[in-house]
């Protein structure tokens, strides 16, 4: 069962569509990380808030793309990042349709 | 395009099998809720924590879904809910995969 990873953080931007601009590149690059399955792009213009749902093959997966994301986001000036990995509970998901196969 | 909620919580279990047998019904209900399209449900024994990542057709079915599924959430004793209610960036999350199509 692949492993969750699920981040947030306060942000003034940019949303919509500068956002789809401004990222093209570093989403380009994401489809190559190493154990990469997924990750839909979160954001909230109202709360000032982005972040993304990611699915990776393994735990270590997504720890590694945790710590450099990260980095990357810090790097950004970015700071308050929350991160959290999570296992899949298989039986459940799939009774309610979860996209994870 | 859909809106994504995302809850998670401090929690002592139950995790694993036992989580999967304890919320089969539960599960089951919830695919009846007005605007749902999927939910994967997602868990950490090691972290004590556990939530889940849905999918809504609209941001008012994820902010009424969210109001009922807080307070049920507390009637079994669990505090410190923490709820998020995301636009999804549709052309970054085609360009990674994300299933919300």
């Not at 692949?2 to 401004?22: C, H, I, N, W, Y």
């Not at 792009?41 to 945790?66: C, M, P, V």
């Not at 790097?75 to 991160?83: E, K, L, M, P």
Request: proline content about 5%.
């Amino acid at each position: 069962m692949p492993v969750l990873l699920q981040v947030d953080f306060k942000t003034e931007g940019p949303f919509g569509r500068e956002m789809s601009e401004a990222y093209t590149d570093l989403a380009q690059s994401i489809t190559g990380e190493p154990g990469f399955l997924w990750k839909i792009w979160t954001e909230s213009e109202e709360n000032r808030e982005a972040g993304g749902i990611y699915l990776f093959e393994t735990k270590q997966h997504a720890e590694d793309y945790l710590a450099m994301h990260t980095a990357r986001l810090q790097s950004f000036g970015i700071t308050g990042i929350r991160g959290r990995i999570f296992d899949v509970n298989g039986p459940l998901t799939e009774m309610t349709s979860g996209p994870v196969g």
